[in-house]
Structure formats: C-alpha cells, structure tokens
T-cell receptor, first 112, second 117 residues
Framework: GENVEQHPSTLSVQEGDSAVIKCTYS??????FPWYKQELGKRPQLIID?????GEKKDQRIAVTLNKTAKHFSLHITETQPEDSAVYFC???????????FGTGTRLKVLA | DAGVIQSPRHEVTEMGQEVTLRCKPISGHDYLFWYRQTMMRGLELLIYFNNNVPIDDSGMPEDRFSAKMPNASFSTLKIQPSEPRDSAVYFCASSYPLTGPARNEQFFGPGTRLTVL
C-alpha cells in the first residue's frame, strides 16, 4: 500500500544552523506534498506545500524540494530559531482521493 | 470562521465505556477526516468523508470504532467498548478541493485527548 518514510526521527541543531528533513513516497500517482508543523500540545498546521509540476518552492526561511523521479522530497529550514522547535510531518496526497499519507514525523530541537 | 471545532477537548473514561467524539468542519468544506495520533504510530488516518459519504474507512482499527456524518456540519467518531489502547489524541480535519491541479490543505481541529483507564 501507500507509504511515506521520513528521516530523521529526531534532529537537534544549533540556533542559526540549517535543518533538513527528508521523505520518500511510494505511490507514483502522488502529486501534492504538504508539510505540517505541530508544536507541543497543538494541532498540526500547514507551513509549506509543493505540487508535482514544481521542483522547488521557497517561503522566507523554509523551502521544499521535490525529485519526482526518485520519489523524494525534503524540507529545508535555514537560520533556525528556537521557535522552530516542533514536530514536522511530511505527507503525500494520492491523486483524486484528497487523502494524505503522513510520514512518521521529525522532532526538531533548536538549541539556543 | 472559527475553524474546525472538536468536543470534548479532554475525555477520561473507564474501559468498557462508550466514547463519542464530535467534530464540526469549516463551513463549505466538502471533505472531513478523522485521525488518531500516538507516540508509537504517529498520525493515522482512520476514515474520511466526502459530501457526508464515507469514502475510505480502511484505517478504522476494528469494529469497536464507527464514524458518521449525518450532515455537512457535524461528524461523530464512536468507540464502543473503549479499551486502554485506544488512549490517544483524535484529530478531525476538513478540506475542500480546488479546481485545477490537486491541492487540498487540510485544516485540523484542536484535537480530543482521550484517556481510557
């Protein structure tokens, strides 16, 4: 069945450094890839997304890249700040079904 | 809009009791999703609806779980009988499809933290 693998499960970086989270999906029909941020005790919230017809998208300090051939997509956070500390989930959306398959999450800790 | 509304926010019950979780999606959204979140299994999709009709319930763990959507503004997730392993945070999310290329942001509710003793 459909599967999304996410690595690493935990990531600690020094404030100001960059963080990279990687995901791999299995279903080649997937064409929408959102990233959600979940702060402790809060709901997941969309931070950035990318469609399959785009290779890269950037929004201030965050960017997402997509390699359709390899079925890989990644989240890049530059100049990390303590408020970036959270759990990040990637997901792949299966075409015409509108449902997400979520990755297992990455707990990011930004050390001051 | 107030966003997705869930109730109760916290529920503590004893094993064997019936539990009902409630969700009000964002007005105008056509899709409603129920997720379960645990440390061990992450975010699991249980079931989702389109225009009040269940589309995929393959994530529902077993017959003790049931979900309904009697109208566009209300859905319930029921567990009967509840067991300690059902303890988790249950999220409801809603979304709507835009025309053109697929893009469907899901908006999550605040979640219901369920503890089964």
């Amino acid at each position: 069945g459909e599967n999304v693998e996410q690595h690493p499960s935990t990531l600690s970086v020094q404030e100001g450094d960059s963080a990279v989270i990687k995901c791999t999906y299995s279903d080649s029909a997937s064409n929408y890839f959102p990233w959600y941020k979940q702060e402790l005790g809060k709901r997941p919230q969309l931070i950035i997304d990318i469609r399959s017809n785009v290779g890269e998208k950037k929004d201030q300090r965050i960017a997402v890249t997509l390699n359709k051939t390899a079925k890989h997509f990644s989240l890049h956070i530059t100049e990390t700040q303590p408020e970036d500390s959270a759990v990040y989930f990637c997901a792949a959306s299966i075409e015409r079904t509108y449902k997400y398959i979520f990755g297992t999450g990455t707990r990011l800790k930004v050390l001051a | 809009d107030a966003g997705v509304i869930q109730s109760p926010r916290h529920e503590v019950t004893e094993m064997g009791q019936e539990v009902t979780l409630r969700c009000k999606p964002i007005s105008g959204h056509d899709y409603l999703f129920w997720y379960r979140q645990t440390m061990m299994r992450g975010l699991e999709l249980l079931i989702y609806f389109n225009n009040n009709v269940p589309i995929d319930d393959s994530g529902m763990p077993e017959d003790r779980f049931s979900a309904k959507m009697p109208n566009a503004s209300f859905s319930t997730l029921k567990i009967q009988p509840s067991e300690p392993r059902d303890s988790a945070v249950y999220f409801c999310a809603s979304s709507y499809p835009l025309t053109g290329p697929a893009r469907n942001e899901q908006f999550f509710g605040p979640g219901t933290r369920l503890t089964v003793l």
